[in-house]
């Protein structure tokens, strides 16, 4: 297993991939907006998880939350999931996307500061 990477400067855009039930989905994605913590965060429904819990093999319809953000906001972002999420052990995956329109990560930059 290699090394962790190197810890992004606070200023990159992150996008930050959610996993949860359809019930949730809307009050955690409000949630994060709401607080500042994402500008933006994109539902898309009609997910179907396959997964090992517990020993198991598991399946699950879920949403998949994609939560636009910059790296400076992101611990307070996880702490936010991590409470409102009602799995024990939530998927939280952020993704480095600091390619793009220049004036869209000017916005998510602005509108998480």
């Excluded at 994109?42 to 093999?57: D, K, T």
Aim: aromatic share 6%; glycine share 4%; proline share 7%.
């Amino acid at each position: 297993m290699s090394a962790a990477a190197p810890p992004l400067p606070s200023e990159a855009t992150l996008l930050v991939l959610v996993s949860c039930p359809a019930a949730a989905a809307d009050a955690l994605a409000t949630a994060l907006v709401e607080q500042g913590l994402a500008a933006c965060v994109s539902a898309l429904p009609g997910m179907r998880s396959v997964y090992r819990w517990q020993e198991q093999v598991e399946r699950a319809e879920e949403t998949l939350l994609i939560a636009k953000t910059r790296a400076g906001r992101y611990a307070e972002l996880e702490a936010a999931v991590r409470r409102l999420h009602p799995y024990e052990l939530p998927e939280i995956v952020a993704v480095n996307a600091d390619g793009g329109f220049p004036a869209y990560l000017q916005w998510v930059h602005h509108s998480t500061a």
